[in-house]
């Protein structure tokens, strides 16, 4: 996949923290979540910065699981969820990609550009408005993953979705975290 290949060609190798490829379930999760933990804190990282790195990380890795579960023994050979994490430049960057069924295209795509378009003030507005109508669909998922993370990176979540099959679409996640907190 194109999301895959510019990944590796856009990282400085020495800046990549961890990376996986493959099946994800709770397990898988957890060691993630522990080896991604073990080498940010080898980084001496400030503690409110090393917050919303996990916070991103921790919505990444759901969206994977949960979104991976329905699709079963669906030969994924070329739409196999992947996840990142790397620092360069004075940020985190952070990026995940999964098959997702293409009828949920045009909805996930509404909700980023929804929360791409909006400011501070607005995604907190958001976050609570979504809180308030209990708007969760069966899957825990309203949205409000993506908006946490964007209130966590202070920016725009970037995203691309690749075409697997008539009923699968790949889709891309990245999400940037300045070192430095915005005063």
Do not use: W
């Not at 400030?46 to 759901?62: A, G, M, S, W």
């Not at 969820?81 to 620092?87: E, Y």
């Amino acid at each position: 996949m194109k999301f895959k290949y510019d990944l590796h060609q856009n990282m400085d190798p020495s800046s990549i923290i961890l990376v996986y490829e493959g099946k994800f379930d709770q397990q898988v999760t957890k060691s993630v979540l522990l080896l991604a933990e073990r080498n940010i804190d080898s980084l001496q990282e400030d503690p409110t910065v090393k917050r919303k790195v996990f916070n991103v990380i921790v919505e990444c890795l759901q969206n994977i699981v949960k979104h991976g579960e329905n699709l079963g023994s669906v030969d994924l050979k070329n739409g196999l969820p992947i996840f990142m994490i790397g620092r360069e430049h004075e940020q985190y960057v952070i990026a995940s990609g999964n098959a997702v069924p293409s009828n949920q295209v045009k909805d996930l795509t509404g909700k980023i550009e929804r929360i791409n378009k909006l400011d501070r003030e607005g995604l907190k507005q958001l976050y609570k408005e979504i809180m308030r109508n209990n708007d969760i669909s069966d899957k825990g998922g309203a949205g409000l993953g993506l908006v946490d993370m964007a209130r966590k990176s202070g920016g725009k979540l970037e995203y691309d979705f690749r075409k697997i099959n008539k009923d699968l679409t790949y889709f891309s996640l990245q999400v940037t975290i300045p070192q430095q907190i915005p005063k």
